[in-house]
């Protein structure tokens, strides 16, 4: 009994019929570009802002609130909050926590296309040293009580432009940037940061919006959340920091995948019928030589095999080049508007090893399913037939 097709005679079949091997695969290749797209810019805005906030603090916003915007935190009951077991002191015995407000104001993008709601958060000394991502990459850190602010660096690229020394009109004042801070691509490098207490007297708040605490270690969440619920007069719902902003990210992730995955799927069928063409054609013009493998003791096995490599090998083409245009697009720097808490957020795309292994499995599929018919097709020629065709 004969052995399979060796995986050379696949390969040479694919560089005899160039023209039309290489118009398969880059029809295949621009499906899988879309698809990788896709899953980076998914993966990207969820990287950014998972990435937001620290594991060790606890964010505290008003029940059944779903974002900063909408709560409200009173004085009384942020002075309550630093009273509570399980938070981190100072030097002095001083509970590290930061009272926080953030609203949402309008900036017009510097090329024309309208207006972009930026989240200005205003904040504390504490703010900063809980979140050690941030540090100053240049110009200074704001003066407490002064009506200076401090920029993400997101905020100094792409559509909005900002920069060290520009003056922002919010709030009835008029703010001036003295530093630019990187955040470590997280969501709040699309932030603007200033003085909690001239932010709240210049948007004639009475209240905050959130409360931020730090843990004095990572087993003290629970004894934290225990106080919280044995204070009536709270009403707050509590979260690790860094999940409560990933969970901000779910409806604009979740839309983007079924979007992204509907126009992936629609490309593939063209891409699928493609590479079926392709195949079915290479069968036609070969069918002297399938009945000279199967006078030469080659089984139908071997035939299917052969032609499903084939198939393979396209994909698997296809997949290679469409990562590699999909890892230029590492380089773009998207701004958009969070569909859940309608704030402007600036994130990268970014090519992951799980997105590589499945968008090179999610083309070989596509090359199988095109290869599947035109190989069963090839191995149910008759010998007698196939060598008087031509």
């Known amino acids: 009994m004969k052995r399979g097709l060796s995986f050379s005679y696949v390969a040479r079949n694919l560089v005899v019929r160039k023209l039309t091997t290489i118009l398969t695969a880059s029809g295949m290749a621009l499906v899988v570009f879309v698809f990788a797209a896709v899953l ?11 990435g937001t906030g620290s594991y ?9 609130s779903q974002t900063e915007v909408q ?24 509970p590290i926590l930061s009272p926080e407000v953030l609203v949402l104001v309008n900036m017009p993008r510097k090329d024309g296309g309208g207006l972009a709601n930026i989240v200005v958060r205003g904040t504390s000394e504490n703010g900063l040293h809980m979140r ?27 559509k909005l432009g900002l920069r060290l020394g520009d003056t922002m009109s919010f709030g009835l004042r008029e703010w001036r940037i003295v530093g630019v801070f990187d955040a470590g691509a ?17 948007f004639r708040r009475q209240s905050y919006s959130s409360v931020v605490v730090n843990l004095r270690d990572r087993v003290s969440y629970d004894v934290f959340a225990e106080a ?24 604009m992730t979740n839309f983007i ?31 002297r030589e399938i009945g000279t493998l199967r006078a030469l003791g080659f089984q139908r096995s071997n035939i ?33 508007t969070n569909i859940q808490t309608f704030s402007e957020v600036v994130f990268k795309l970014i090519l992951t090893p799980a997105i590589v292994l499945q968008v090179m499995l999610f083309s070989l599929f596509m090359g199988v399913l095109g290869g599947v018919l035109p190989a069963i097709r090839a191995s149910r020629l008759e010998i007698v037939d196939a060598l008087r065709t031509g």
């Open 71 to 94: 709560s409200t935190i009173s004085r009384e009951q942020a002075n309550i909050l630093s009273s509570l077991p399980g938070l981190s002191s100072d030097g002095v015995g001083n």
């Open 228 to 251: 919280v619920k044995q204070q009536p007069r709270l009403n707050v719902d509590i979260r690790r920091e860094s999940l409560f902003y990933a969970d901000q990210s779910e409806k």
């Open 132 to 158: 050690p991502q941030i540090h100053i990459q240049s110009g200074r850190q704001f003066r407490p009580g002064s009506s200076e602010v401090i920029i993400g660096k997101g905020l100094t690229r792409g």
């Open 304 to 336: 299917v095999s052969a032609f499903l490599q084939e198939a393979m090998l396209l994909g698997f083409i296809a997949g290679v080049f469409g990562l590699i245009g999909a890892s230029f697009m590492q380089f773009v720097e998207i701004s958009t």
């Open 56 to 64: 060790d603090n606890v964010m505290i916003i008003r029940q059944g």
């Open 40 to 50: 980076m810019t998914s993966a990207g805005l969820r990287q950014t802002l998972s």
């Open 257 to 287: 995948d079924i979007l992204g995955n509907t126009i992936t799927v629609i490309f593939s069928v063209g891409a699928v019928i493609g590479a079926m063409i392709t195949m079915y054609s290479s069968v036609a013009n070969r069918t």
């Open 186 to 202: 997280s969501g709040f490098d699309s932030e603007v940061w200033g003085d909690g207490e001239q932010m709240m007297q210049a």
